[in-house]
Structures are given as C-alpha cells and as structure tokens.
C-alpha cells in the first residue's frame, strides 16, 4: 500500500481549494446512467440537443469511433478476445478492464504500451466514453474499446474468468455524505462479481484518496482470496485525479493484488 500523511483538517481545506480550482466539468453534459438496463440504447432514444454526447454517442457507434453500448453490448460476455482480435489481427494475449476511465488517459497508454494485449475500458457518462473513444481513434490503437454503462453491471458483460485484470483508479472520490457512501461503487456485491470476472492469476489494481474506501476494499477483496502482490507493470501510470490529489499533496492509497 502505498500512501503519505495529511491531517482531516488539512484534507478537507485542500479538498475545497481543489473544487474552487478546477472545477468538475459542467453536470448539464454529465447524465451518468446509473440506474438504466446496461442493453437499453438510452443515446438513441434521448434529445440530441440536450446533451451533444449524445449525437457523436449514437454516430460514433456507426461510424469509426471504438464504442460499444447498449444492444450492441449484448452477446459480447464472453466474446470479447474475437471482437478485439477483428480490429487487431489477432488474439490478445490478455484481456484488461478499467473501470472509470474518465477522458481515457490510463487506457491510452496502457494500450499504446501493451499493442498485443486488448483493453476495455468503461464508464458510466456520454461525455467521457465519447472523449476516451475519440482519444483511442487518434492515436491509431487497434487494441481498446470504451464501453458506456454502469460497472454495477459488469457480470452481464463478462463471463466468470474472462478477464485478466481490472483496473479502479479513484472511484467515487471526495464523499462528503453517508447517502454517497452507501453508493460507492466497491460494495460487497460488486467485488464478488468483479472477482468472478477475473480469472485465477489475475489482478486487481485499485487508487483511491480515501483511507477508509481502501480499507473496505482490501477487507472485501482478500477475503475473496487475493493477495498483494508485485505491481505488474513497471511505469505507475499515473491518472487524472490522482494528478490532482498529487499537486495538492493529499494522500492516495493503491494495491495490487492477484485473484489467487
Ligand atoms: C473520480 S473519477 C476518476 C477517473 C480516473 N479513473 C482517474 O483516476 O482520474 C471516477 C470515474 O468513474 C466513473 N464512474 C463512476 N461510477 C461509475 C460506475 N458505476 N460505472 C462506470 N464508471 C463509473 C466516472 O464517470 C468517472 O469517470
């Protein structure tokens, strides 16, 4: 675990200042599905002006860029290798998710320095699939694919075993409720369905801010039998709100364990 000290005080004046500092990008363009079937076409059925994600969502899915939603999620779990293997030549020696890929930029050069393994990578709002898609196009990678929909839903999206690793990098940072603990992502549900996922000798890579969330999660996880073990890869890829966390100095926490 990796993690460095800063009094409650402290973290939350920092907390306030990195808000007032860079702001969350506006929530009018946001409109996360977190309660929709993941196999619904929502960007199909919902206003094209009220959301102008939601116009390159539905031309993206027809045109080049690397985005699957809705129907077109349906029949993937386990068929993912074969649909990464049409785009790159050939079977990708492993299969990795990330969950929350935000504006794409873990993902980018995890694909861009692994070219013969596949990755997919989700998240839950128009705007960021759309973003991290258009990223993947412009760098000419063959081998990841975004995936809009609610992570909760990941066992109707991947079949037990068909993954190689997971990657969480700062999932529902910043809670300030009890309402919004309650709706962390990493529940006791969700690790048992992200472990059934993975297959045995897989990883899960998980960041956070928060001591407690990490906490939860190292309880949840090593009672499903992983263990910490040596990161697989040598560069520590940093993200975008592990960015900002960093340029504050708050602390984050990470592990890397392997599903044993
Ligand atoms: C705090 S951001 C972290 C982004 C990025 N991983 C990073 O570390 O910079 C959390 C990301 O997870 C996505 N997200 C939140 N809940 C999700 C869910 N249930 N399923 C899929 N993505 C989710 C958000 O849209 C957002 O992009």
Known sequence: MVASVCKHEDRIRLIAELNRRIPFPSRKHHMPLHNVDIFEDLPSR???TVNPYVNL???GQHDSLPLCYGQSLKGKAGRWRE???EKMGF???KLILEIGVHKGKVIINLALDYPQWGFL???ITFKRVVLSAEKLTRAHTKNAMILLGN???ISKVFTPGELDGAIIFFPDPWVKKKSQMRNRLLNESFCRDLSSSLKQGAFFWLKTDSEDYFRLAETMVTGLGFKPSARLFP???ESTFEARFRSFMLPTFEEFWTKC
């Open 121 to 123: 990578g989700m998240d």
């Open 57 to 59: 969502l539905v031309g």
């Open 91 to 93: 079977p990708p020696e």
């Open 151 to 153: 992570a909760r839903h």
């Open 46 to 48: 919902l206003d094209k």
């Open 83 to 85: 649909t990464l293997c």
């Open 235 to 237: 560069q520590p890829y």
